[in-house]
């Protein structure tokens, strides 16, 4: 007797097979994978900081130049470009704290998924060697948490400012209004460099966490350690110094 399959259940027995290999695939992820999606995110992240950082010295100098510009013609093409600056500043921030966000949601993951596989070891010298590591890599990862509310804080205050002041200005951008506002102005000038100097630690610590869980990585989650990951913090901290100056 022949078994003859409707539309519907060939659709489903065919959602079930790709459920399964989905499953299966997921199942399959190593530690070497989480590792990387977190050094990735990491990764990211310090761009972020980096484009972050060049847009609030664009911001900063636009800003500027509307203040020494409120007795010129020009005022209206200075507040213009001043105007884009908080539109890409506000992007760039925004796109900061939400990579941030996805970051330290992956390192959490990283660690929890390594810390339950730790217990599964039979040899307790084995068991003993993954967790030291990972408490290790742990230790290093929090710091970019201890770091980031000083970040969160210090952009999300600067931000506020530099759109409050494009409001106001749009309102009032005649020699009066501009000399009026310039004292908060200049005082939001220093948030932004406040802003750039609340993100150093934060750099800093990504780029250690990420060098030593690429070193984690090629180690496969072992206590083995690699000189290469050393050497790209190392450089990376140079770049950092010479961004800064």
Do not use: H
């Not at 390192?107 to 290790?136: A, C, H, M, V």
């Not at 150093?200 to 290469?228: D, F, K, V, Y």
């Amino acid at each position: 007797m022949k078994v003859r399959m409707t539309a519907p259940a060939i659709m489903l027995a065919a959602l079930f097979v790709a459920i399964t290999v989905v499953a299966a695939g997921c199942a399959k992820r190593t530690g070497i994978q989480r590792a990387e999606k977190t050094t990735s995110s990491m990764q990211a992240v310090e761009s972020n900081i980096r484009q972050t950082v060049a847009q609030i010295d664009a911001t900063n100098a636009a800003l500027a130049a509307v203040l020494d510009a409120k007795d010129s013609p020009d005022v209206k093409k200075t507040y213009d470009a001043y105007a884009d600056n908080v539109n890409k500043m506000e992007k760039s921030g925004s796109a900061l704290l939400k990579q941030t966000n996805e970051m330290t949601a992956q390192g959490n993951d990283y660690f929890e998924e390594w810390q339950k596989s730790g217990s599964t070891y039979t040899n307790p010298d084995i068991q003993k060697l993954s967790q030291e590591r990972r408490n290790q890599l742990q230790q290093t990862f929090s710091e970019i948490s201890q770091a980031s509310p000083g970040v969160n804080g210090s952009l999300n205050a600067y931000l506020s400012d530099i759109k409050q002041i494009q409001t106001y200005l749009s309102n009032d951008l005649t020699p009066q209004g501009i000399a009026a506002i310039s004292p908060v102005a200049r005082d939001t000038i220093q948030k932004g460099d406040s802003v750039k100097s609340a993100v150093q630690p934060m750099l800093a610590a990504t780029a250690r966490a990420r060098s030593e869980m690429s070193e984690g990585a090629a180690a496969g989650g072992s206590a083995g350690q690699s000189t290469g990951g050393s050497e790209g913090y190392q450089q990376n901290q140079q770049d950092q110094q010479n961004m800064f100056r």
